[in-house]
C-alpha cells in the first residue's frame, strides 16, 4: 500500500490549470520561499497519510475532469506516490485526464541531478511550473505568482496556450471543506491570506 501526505484536495477547481481540475495539495517542504503563500504544507509531519487508491476513489464523485494539479508543500518529494496516484487516476478515467505540477525545484536542476523517482513522475505531466516563489519577483500571472517561475509544456497536449502564458492569473476560487472551513485555491494577491484570515475572523468563519 502507498501513501501520500496530504494537506488537502479540491474536487472542483478552475483557478489552477486549464479547464476544471482535480488538485492535490501535498504535505511537507523543504524549501523556506520567504512569503510562501502555504508555510502551513512545509511541515513533513503535519496533514494526513491516504492510501493513493482511496485518494483517487475520492475523485470519482467529480467525473467532469479535465485533469488533475499537483501542488503543496513540494510535489517532487513525493514523486514515487504522486505517479502511483498518476496510474490509478488513468485506469480509473479511460487514460484520459492531463497532469500539471509545480515544483519548488528549477527544471534544469531536475533534469540533471533529479532522482529516477522525480524523472519518472516529471515524464507523466503534462505541464510542469518550476522555481520557488520569490517574494521581490511578485507578479499576477497565469498560473502563478512569481515571475521567475516557468510553465514547460511537456506534451502536445496544450501547446496552444504558450502564448497566454503572460495573461493575468484566473483568480481564487473558495469553497467549505467537510469540517465547513474555508479553502481557497488560486495565485492569491500578497497578503492575502493574513487580510482574509483577519475579516473572515471577524466574521467567525474558519479559514485555512
Ligand atoms: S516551494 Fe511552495 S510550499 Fe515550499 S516554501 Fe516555497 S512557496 Fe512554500
Known sequence: MTTIRLARYSLHCSTLGPGVR????????????PGCTSPEMRDYNGGIEMDVKELAEKFDASSDLEGFTFSGGEPMDQAEALTELIEE???????????????????????????????????????????????????????????????????PRYKTWESRINEPGQGLEFE?????????????????KENF????????????
Request: net charge neutral; hydrophobic share 35%.
Open 89 to 155: 487516476l488513468r485506469r480509473r478515467r479511460n487514460n484520459d485526464p492531463s497532469f500539471m505540477s509545480y515544483t519548488g525545484y528549477v527544471f534544469e536542476e531536475l533534469q540533471k541531478n533529479g532522482l529516477q523517482s522525480h524523472q519518472k513522475f516529471v515524464s507523466n505531466i503534462d505541464i510542469l511550473i518550476d522555481g520557488p516563489f520569490i517574494e521581490s519577483q511578485y507578479a499576477n500571472l497565469l498560473w502563478r505568482g512569481s515571475a521567475n517561475q516557468r510553465v514547460y509544456f511537456l506534451t
Open 22 to 33: 482535480g488538485v492535490v495539495w501535498v504535505q511537507g517542504c523543504s524549501q523556506r520561499c
Open 176 to 192: 467549505f471543506d467537510e469540517n465547513d472551513v474555508i479553502q481557497w485555491a488560486g495565485i492569491p494577491p500578497l497578503n492575502f
Open 197 to 208: 484570515q483577519k475579516l473572515m475572523e471577524q466574521q467567525g468563519v474558519n479559514v485555512e
